[in-house]
């Protein structure tokens, strides 16, 4: 789908499931050399190294905790090491669970800023000096960071977080010629929306004009977009995929 793709190296953050793992794989069948992300070593993993293999792609995947500063920093020196260089990242690991707010404790609340918003942060910023003078960093957001939704006080902050993240680094790096923006997915066929019940998945499906949950790999398809050069004069923006809702 994207040409100027083929060549390109790319680091991907919690790759092995869901929208991470549909865009590992799209940059990898689109020619890149990717480097992905996982908090512990699962079939998922596994069968991620098996398909990435068949694309005939330089391609590791390694684990590296996300709220373990030294793990990142282990994870962007691997990075340098194995694709010399960078110039796609996409800050896509992250974590949720549900806690009333009056129950929200601090151990939960550091939990979840550090991942999803901290992890996010300690990436593209020891990335720069792979990525040089130009490259592209994408964002997964979540639709709960616009709105808001009740027991996820502190994810919603997160991703809350990650807007202002981006649009600041957006303003700051655009001068180095490095682009920064944000995908915002609703709610998608991910392992989480795996386990919903069958009115909670109504509930969305009908207040969802398309009428349907999302694919991963059409909230891929917006992350290459932004990756690739043809979005060449996007930066801090910020690209809703929710089916309209």
């Known amino acids: 789908m994207y040409a100027d793709l083929a060549g390109k190296r790319a680091l991907v953050t919690g790759g092995t499931r869901g929208i991470g793992r549909a865009v590992a794989l799209g940059l990898a069948r689109a020619g890149t050399h990717v ?17 990435l293999k068949e694309t005939g792609g330089n391609h590791l995947v390694m684990t590296a905790d996300a709220t373990d500063q030294a793990a990142l920093a282990a994870l962007l020196d691997a990075t340098g090491k194995h694709l010399g260089g960078l110039d796609i990242v996409v800050n896509n690991v992250g974590t949720i669970n549900h806690v009333p707010y009056h129950e929200l404790s601090v151990a939960d609340w550091n939990w979840v800023l550090a991942t999803n918003l901290t992890a996010t942060h300690l990436v593209t910023q020891g990335a720069l000096p792979l990525l040089g003078d ?24 997160a991703k809350t977080g990650l807007i202002g993240l981006t649009r600041s680094l957006a303003k700051e790096l655009g001068a180095k010629g490095i682009r920064v923006n944000l995908v915002t997915p609703g709610v998608t066929e991910t ?36 990756a690739s050069d043809v979005s060449s004069y996007v930066n801090g923006a910020n690209f809703t995929v929710d089916g309209g809702i």
């Open 191 to 226: 392992d989480h929306a795996a386990g919903m019940p069958d009115h909670v998945r109504a509930m969305y499906t009908n207040r969802i004009p398309l009428g349907r949950l999302g694919d991963p790999a059409e909230v891929a398809n917006v992350v290459l977009f932004l």
């Open 134 to 157: 130009r490259g592209s960093v994408v964002n997964v957001g979540s639709g709960a960071g616009v709105v808001g939704v009740p027991l996820r006080a502190h994810y919603t902050a």
């Open 35 to 51: 480097v992905v992300s996982h908090q512990r070593e699962s079939e998922a993993a596994e069968s991620l190294r098996r398909e």
